[in-house]
């Protein structure tokens, strides 16, 4: 899912959610949820091709900013945890393949998974992340990180 956000005549703004369901993205459902719960409906909702998406066709829901109002925050929220928490999880697989946490040496596929929604929680913090060229990066200390695996894994396996 994409946000975008448009100028709509005197001091008011359009904001469209763009869905592709040919390839959803991990907040889709999460936003949708949102919307429910919040009991948000679109001013106009309808599936068109977009540009820049090889032509595919794509559920645009569409409504007025300040309908939307501090909800448009949250949902920026919803899609930026996502985005860290793919991130996360790349860095700690880059440490994993590089052999730098040997704490996963010998988990089990449960145990890893645990650990590893631990680890995602304990590290999303500001300071896990930062800007490459723009890009939101995440960079973990190794040693911090193994310290961490190691108190994921124990409680892991406890459960």
Request: hydrophobic share 40%.
């Amino acid at each position: 899912m994409y946000i975008t956000v448009e100028p709509a005549g005197l001091m008011m703004h359009t904001v469209k959610l763009v869905f592709d369901p040919s390839d959803p993205a991990p907040e889709d459902q999460q936003v949708r949820n949102y919307l429910s719960d919040h009991e948000l409906e679109p001013r106009y909702h309808w599936f068109a091709e977009i540009d820049g998406l090889e032509g595919r066709e794509c559920e645009i829901m569409q409504f007025g900013g300040c309908y939307l109002g501090r909800n448009l925050q949250n949902i920026g929220l919803i899609q930026r945890r996502v985005v860290e928490d793919e991130l996360l999880t790349a860095e700690i697989d880059r440490h994993i393949a590089d052999g730098r946490l040997t704490a996963f040496a010998s988990a089990t596929d449960t145990e890893r998974q645990s650990a590893m929604t631990a680890l995602i929680d304990e590290f999303r913090v500001e300071e896990s992340f930062g800007q490459d060229d723009g890009e939101l990066r995440a960079t973990l200390d190794a040693g911090a990180l193994q310290q961490a695996a190691v108190r994921a894994l124990e409680t892991a396996r406890a459960t």
